[in-house]
């Protein structure tokens, strides 16, 4: 054993002890040094003595997305910048990119609890360990790398891109253990294809895949494809980066959140009450050890549950679902709720279908109108020759059709495309494309 598995097998009471005493000191190091905080408390009335509980961190306002923006860059540190040794941020695509900051202690923690992490999914000393997440502002790439270093592990910090490289540097290096999006690592494995090379030859064990939501039949294709275990990663970076929460190895049945660093709760997105353990809401985190960038009761926007009971492996730390999708993802066609991971799981039910989908909105005059854009297989499109007119494409497409209508409750556009039709991302795959608020020329 790498880590001692102290916090991670603890008492359930002796855990929320610990969590307590870590909250207190959270809140007051904000509402000393953060402005945003404090002004949020008072106009709440709320006082820090009135947190004499866990329970009572209920009556604390949240924290949005939006707060990042207006207080950027640095408003919401709660150190001086001389103690700050890294930032990271988003990529600001809608608006002012989101900035966090970190300690020498932050980066320590980060180090510990990631390493702790890839021990969870398999990771030993001694592995070589492809990195493929982006390194950069984005948390994934130099998180997952001071992990790999901590757990006793040799970091190929490899990025994202450039894909023949990638296949080049498995082949030569042999690593046991790989981390990239889902929807890239299927990029590498359909290039390994076209190169003639199976993918199921190289030396992987199990990969960390995560930053994008992604449905029980990607991870089947990742495991059949890769002969691998596939292991959902959590995290970003307003709570910290990866590592947060992760699937175990040996159950892959939820992912263990870090509950010494983070306190979890879900609550109905709507109306912001605090939902029971099992039931679907959106996902907020309480930072318990962050120095530089304490966040405090932070609306994820991401759709899960949470678990208390123990795991088969050992553990029991709260574990969260995995990620149905986010708030803001949710499609309302014609009056019924869909993630795109639901329509993802039907599609990869399909042999014939590519793992390459694209859910495309457009304005119907007065309506909406959803397509559903895939890709086939080259062993289909040899098979059917032309999608336009096949007997082969009209079944597919109908078998499609009724388990879509079975699963969603709903019926959708499907567009079928050749191989290698639809744009390919290296890093979060795009799933959705919102053409409604486009202006003509």
């Known amino acids: 054993m790498i880590f001692n598995l102290e916090m991670e097998t603890m008492a359930r009471e002796d855990m929320q002890k610990l969590q307590f005493e870590r909250l207190k000191e959270t809140l007051q190091r904000v509402y000393e040094n953060v402005p945003f905080h404090k002004e949020n408390f008072d106009k709440a009335g709320v006082k820090l003595e009135d947190i004499q509980s866990l329970e009572d961190l209920q009556k604390v306002p949240f924290m949005k997305k939006t707060d990042l923006r207006e207080n950027y860059p640095f408003k919401l540190f709660a150190v001086e910048m001389s103690e700050v040794v890294r930032i990271h941020g988003s990529s600001g695509t809608k608006g002012k990119p989101t900035v966090v900051g970190y300690t020498k202690k932050d980066i320590e923690n980060w180090s510990e609890i990631v390493a702790r992490a890839l021990c969870c999914a398999g990771g030993v000393p001694g592995d070589i360990f492809h990195n493929?997440?982006?390194?950069?502002?984005?948390?994934?790439?130099?998180?997952?790398?001071?992990?790999?270093?901590?757990?006793?592990?040799?970091?190929?910090?490899?990025?994202?891109?450039?894909?023949?490289?990638?296949?080049?540097?498995?082949?030569?290096?042999?690593?046991?253990?790989?981390?990239a999006t889902p929807s890239y690592t299927l990029n590498i494995v359909e290039e390994m294809k076209r190169l003639g090379k199976n993918p199921r030859e190289t030396s992987l064990k199990y990969g960390i895949f995560g930053a994008e939501p992604w449905s029980e039949e990607m991870r089947a294709q990742l495991e059949e494809e890769l002969d691998i275990k596939a292991i959902d990663i959590y995290g970003l970076s307003e709570v910290m980066g990866p590592g947060v929460s992760i699937e175990c190895y040996d159950a892959q049945d939820g992912l263990h959140i870090a509950e010494d660093h983070f306190l979890?709760?879900?609550?109905?997105?709507?109306?912001?009450?605090?939902?029971?353990?099992?039931?679907?809401?959106?996902?907020?985190?309480?930072?318990?050890?962050?120095?530089?960038?304490?966040?405090?009761?932070?609306?994820?926007?991401?759709?899960?549950?949470?678990?208390?009971?123990?795991?088969?492996?050992?553990?029991?730390?709260?574990?969260?679902?995995?990620?149905?999708?986010?708030?803001?993802?949710?499609?309302?066609?014609?009056?019924?709720?869909?993630?795109?991971?639901?329509?993802?799981?039907?599609?990869?039910?399909?042999?014939?279908?590519?793992?390459?989908?694209?859910?495309?909105?457009?304005?119907?005059?007065?309506?909406?109108?959803?397509?559903?854009?895939?890709?086939?297989?080259?062993?289909?499109?040899?098979?059917?020759?032309?999608?336009?007119?096949?007997?082969?494409?009209?079944?597919?497409?109908?078998?499609?059709?009724?388990?879509?209508?079975?699963?969603?409750?709903?019926?959708?556009?499907?567009?079928?495309?050749?191989?290698?039709?639809?744009?390919?991302?290296?890093?979060?795959?795009?799933?959705?494309?919102?053409?409604?608020?486009?202006?003509?020329?």
């Open 132 to 179: 493929a997440y982006g390194y950069g502002l984005f948390t994934g790439g130099l998180g997952l790398h001071y992990g790999i270093e901590r757990m006793g592990a040799v970091a190929v910090p490899i990025s994202g891109g450039n894909t023949p490289r990638q296949i080049t540097l498995i082949e030569d290096f042999e690593p046991r253990g790989i981390a």
């Open 264 to 441: 979890a709760e879900i609550i109905d997105p709507n109306t912001g009450e605090v939902l029971p353990y099992g039931q679907e809401g959106e996902l907020v985190f309480t930072s318990l050890t962050k120095e530089a960038f304490p966040v405090v009761r932070y609306r994820t926007g991401d759709i899960a549950s949470l678990n208390p009971e123990p795991c088969k492996c050992g553990r029991t730390s709260l574990r969260m679902s995995r990620i149905k999708g986010r708030v803001d993802d949710m499609l309302i066609i014609r009056g019924v709720n869909v993630f795109p991971t639901e329509i993802e799981s039907v599609l990869l039910s399909f042999k014939q279908l590519a793992p390459n989908y694209q859910v495309v909105i457009e304005r119907d005059g007065a309506l909406d109108r959803f397509e559903v854009h895939c890709e086939v297989t080259e062993e289909f499109m040899n098979q059917a020759e032309d999608l336009s007119a096949s007997p082969e494409v009209g079944k597919l497409l109908k078998a499609i059709g009724h388990d879509m209508k079975n699963a969603l409750g709903v019926s959708v556009v499907l567009r079928l495309h050749k191989p290698n039709a639809l744009p390919r991302s290296e890093g979060k795959a795009v799933r959705i494309v919102d053409n409604r608020n486009k202006v003509l020329a």
